[in-house]
Structure formats: structure tokens, C-alpha cells
Nanobody, 115 residues
């Protein structure tokens, strides 16, 4: 069964933090690189972060600038995105997927940064 379930989003003030989680089916998670993506209203989906199978290699979109970290727990088929120093422009629906992504997407989790 192919499944991607994102969680952990919410409303946070600028400068705040959130931790997103991605639960994936084994067929997707397995030994594959995984990534986070986001889509803001009226904009195309963009790359946020990626992590390799072992967790030893990560990379991030240019806009992250050290504010986010990505990790994974292979025993639980779960990936995380810790987001700190959030900005209003980080408001978006956040999705997880393989990296590069499959055509299949989950529902995403809404992150709203607002005062």
C-alpha cells in the first residue's frame, strides 16, 4: 500500500518553531532518499529539504538558511522536519515524498506563520 501522511502543522507566530512528521509506507520509505516540499497559495510546489537513507547527507532549499533540520527514523518509516525561526513567507502546505518525488502525493499539512 502506498501511503504518505504528513502531520504537525499549525499556526505559529513569526520566530516560532514547528516539528513536522511524515509517516510513509514501506514501499515508499524503504532505502530511498526522502524529501520535504511545500506549496504556498498561488505558487508552484518547491523543494524544502532532503535526506538520504542513512541520514548522513541532507540538503536544503536556498531559503532555509540554517533554520530547518531534517531527520528520519528508518525503523518507524518516519521522517521529520524541525523548523525554527519561522517567517511569514514559510506559510504553505508542506508535503513529504521520495526525493526526487513520485507522482503520488499525500494530503500535506498546513503551516501558517502569522502574528
Amino acid at each position: 500500500q502506498v501511503q504518505l501522511v504528513e502531520s504537525g502543522g499549525g499556526l505559529v507566530q513569526p520566530g516560532g518553531s514547528l516539528r513536522l512528521a511524515c509517516a510513509a509506507s514501506s514501499a515508499i520509505f524503504s532505502i530511498n532518499p526522502m524529501g520535504w516540499y511545500r506549496q504556498a497559495p498561488g505558487k508552484e510546489r518547491e523543494f524544502v529539504a532532503a535526506i538520504n537513507w542513512s541520514g548522513g547527507i541532507t540538503n536544503f532549499g536556498n531559503f532555509v538558511k540554517g533554520r530547518f533540520t531534517v531527520s528520519r527514523d528508518n525503523a518507524k518509516n518516519t521522517m521529520y522536519l524541525q523548523m525554527n525561526s519561522l517567517k511569514i513567507e514559510d506559510t504553505a502546505v508542506y508535503y513529504c515524498n521520495q526525493h526526487p518525488p513520485l507522482d503520488y502525493w499525500g494530503q500535506g499539512t498546513q503551516v501558517t506563520v502569522s502574528s
